[in-house]
């Protein structure tokens, strides 16, 4: 019995262009013959967007040169034929070179059924940078963040006279939150003590009666919870956990009940009219630039637009007769498949283990390199406070490296061997090969996640062959992890993600999904 089970989807991904442009591209030998195909490419208005969203300032270029307004360069003509190649040859989605469909595992007896139409869709958003240059703005302009609703930092624990808790650094190591300390006072334990009253949450104003009402001067008051805002031990609502497309739609929200003058909302209402027009990428991005601007003048707006691109697809089928054949072969596999590594995860369940066994601690005392275990390496955990080591970086004991185990390594080099000797074009591992690796190492069926994807290239030489997979990557922690990405350009594809998200909570380690396809377009 296989361990692993089918879902009924799958998420193909193809380049722009068909596969065999790449081809007749290359095989050009003059210079000018090649600035013919390429002029006569990027005169395509699709194309014109893509790389547009790719590279604003050399589009502008690539146009006066179709124009002949200006004359090429050998820079200009090598940069748009790597354009032409990435856009006729990689699958991996970027900007509206390449992009995804969602298609569907039917019970058939045909094969394959993957038929292009002529209209993609081009999904647009802003970049995370803007969002968050945007987010910065309104938290410095008093008739905003006086309006907020504010939350206490999650992290924040008592440790003797001190406050611990993590912020995120600005020492330009991107994600990385530092362990911080502030001293415990009167003011600031009944500050703490109000929110945990109100369920973690207060209105700025709030804050300001409760200083006031301790004898704090109508001056002091807002410079105290604006301190506390600035050390992060409270964050405002604007504030996002993940910023992604629904990110918009939801500061919008907030603005409708704070921006009272308008000032921020207005010009945001409209940027997401043009997110949504069916207008050229060009154009929407033109006028959203002129409504960011007043709004953070100080970002640089250069990539302001993130794009997706919906293939569009008039038959989007792969049938189950074929899946389950490679499914079989995932399972004959098996036994190559490399033992999970012991993560930070594993050190700090096992050090939990030995250090508190049944006892029940809060996470933040555990996660203490003081007073609990610790996580990880923790690098800068006190670099900004520690005068003698915060210049010290990377201590680590010096010794042998380790590798991992391979029990199939001797068995790689005397097949390589062996195809050296005899001349081979092949190598092939046979089931006895695979049933001899499987006896050499302990592999169980918990080694593998509950969800997972593998990612390939449907493959064939002509028309009238059987098409080939091409496995180039498999394995992640969940199938989830790579459809997130995509989830909001199709509202099918959405559906299914919020069934992992369902799966996942109840699933066991015997049902293992395989979700996703790559396709070079024939």
Known sequence: MSLFHLSDYFLLRTPLLPAAFAVDLLTIKERHEIEEKLRHLFQNEQLKEALFLASPAFSVEVQKWLEYKKESSSKMIASLLKYAIRMSTRSTPFGLFAGVSFGNIAVSEKKVSLIRANANKAVLKLDATILTGIIEQLSKDKRIYSQLYYRINPTLYLDGK???????????????????????????????????????????????????????????????????ISLGIISSELQPNVIGRGYLDSLITTLERVDKAENYLNPLLTIKRWLHSSQSVIEIRTAILKLLQPLAPDLDMTNSLQGDLLIGMDENNLSDTALNHIRDQFQDLLPLCSQAKLTDFDQFRAA???????????????????????????????????????????????????????????????????????????????????????????????????????????????????????????????????????????????????????????????????????????
Not at 184 to 197: G, K
Not at 355 to 372: F, S
Request: proline residues 3%; contains cysteine; hydrophobic residues 30%.
């Open 162 to 228: 001190y406050y611990k808790y993590y912020q995120k650094g600005s020492n330009g190591k991107k994600g990385q939150h530092i362990l911080k300390r502030i001293r415990l006072t009167p003011v600031l334990d009944r500050v703490i003590q109000h929110f945990e009253r109100n369920k973690r949450t207060s209105h700025y104003q709030s804050l300001i009666d409760l200083l006031q009402g301790l004898g704090a001067s109508t001056t002091h008051a807002p410079l105290f919870v604006n301190n506390l």
């Open 352 to 522: 939990f283990s030995v250090k508190y066994e049944d006892r029940m601690v809060p996470l933040t005392t555990a996660l203490d390199p003081d007073i609990g275990i610790g996580y990880g390496r923790q690098e800068g955990v006190y670099n900004i406070t520690d005068e003698i080591l915060g210049d010290v970086k990377n201590i680590t004991p010096t010794g042998e490296k380790k590798y991992g185990d391979h029990h199939y390594q001797d068995l790689v080099i005397e097949k390589f061997v062996a195809s050296v000797k005899n001349q081979f074009t092949e190598i092939r591992l046979t089931g006895k090969d695979l049933d001899h690796i499987a006896k050499q190492r302990k592999q169980t069926a918990h080694t593998i996640p509950s969800s997972f994807y593998a990612i390939g290239n449907l493959l064939r030489s002509s028309c009238q062959e059987n098409l080939f997979f091409n496995l180039g990557t498999i394995g992640g922690s969940s199938s989830g992890n790579l459809i997130s990405r995509f989830a909001h350009l199709d509202e099918e594809l959405h559906n299914k993600f919020k069934r992992i998200g369902q799966q996942r909570a109840t699933a066991v380690s015997q049902c293992n999904t395989c979700r996703d396809l790559s396709l070079p377009r024939q």
